[in-house]
DNA sequence: ACCCAGGCGGGCG
DNA sequence: CGCCCGCATGGG
């Protein structure tokens, strides 16, 4: 893909508690469109927005984390240092932040395991389109059907140096046949992108910036193949809500397992707990359990 | 062959 | 409300 190496810049940050490879472990919907790798003591995230293609490097460990950057498309030097800043929570005072989630052992633990792990903050539509494509699949596939809808949909970024496709516009999935999405992989939930696109190209998401929490999630279920669980994960990835906490199988299993005497309980017990354990932060707390319990496998039936 | 994956919509009692 | 079912597709 690459003819020439884009050249790297000093972003001057050296990020207090940030770590790249956790957050990027962590299934945020960023991770469903970006590549991560790791060598010689460096470790780089490469992922396309619908403007270009952003670039960043780690260089020590979690508790100081000297970023380098690169751009291409449409960013400017200044843009793409403010997207990084802003989708990384570069200015986040995590230390509050650990200090408000940090109620019991087991996410202390968690906390120490994936220690840097950061709560993105996404454009709203990319949110929406990778949750929408998230229901009833896995990760691995999730990230195969973003790849390709990128590929057929999304605007080709050409420089000479440098190939890519971008993340694709709600305007142009809105004209995209279902055979075609089908063929990407998205199954029945071509008709929900299809939809989406539709009512996200007319402004849908224009306004969820200024609801409170509860108006924003009905207002997000209005959109065909959004409900509770996704509009919760495009609330607390797209808006940073962290109110939200998304509730699917890994977090309903460690959560019980964890958390409520191993019973068998409701999504509504679940998120009532949650919401007066950690309050506005459950959300941060939630990416935590969700990841820690996925790879540890906790609850799993195997 | 079977089971599962960051659920949701629709139908039923 | 709560419960149950079908749903595309690919990997273990």
Known sequence: MHKKAIPRLRTGISANAFSIKSTFMSGQPLTFHAEYSKGNGKETLEYA????????????????????????????????????????????????????????????????????????????????????ISQFNNIKRIRGIVQNLRKRYGEVLN???????????????????????????????????????IKCSEGWLDDVQGMDYESAKSHLMGLDGVGEKVADCILL?????????????????????????????SMREIRAFARSRWKGLAGYAHEYIYTYGRLRGIGASK
């Open 237 to 265: 990835f797209g808006y940073k809500r962290y109110e939200a906490f998304p509730i699917d199988v890994w977090v309903k299993r460690v959560m019980e397992k964890r958390y409520l005497n191993s019973r068998r309980s």
């Open 49 to 132: 927005t619908s403007k270009g293609v952003i670039f960043l490097e780690g260089t020590g460990d979690e508790r100081a984390m000297s970023l380098r950057y690169g751009y291409s498309g449409a960013y400017t030097r200044a843009k793409a240092l403010k997207e990084i800043r802003l989708r990384f929570g570069i200015d986040e005072d995590m230390h509050s932040i650990y200090k408000g989630i940090e109620t019991d052992a087991f996410i202390s633990e968690a906390i120490s395991s994936l220690y840097g792990l950061r709560v993105t903050q996404n454009d709203p539509w990319e949110t929406t389109l990778c949750f929408i």
């Open 159 to 197: 420089t000479g140096d440098y190939a890519a496709s971008l993340f694709p516009l709600p305007k142009s999935l809105a004209k995209a046949g279902l055979e075609e999405l089908s063929a990407c992989g998205a199954g029945f939930r071509s008709r929900y992108i299809r939809n989406a696109a």
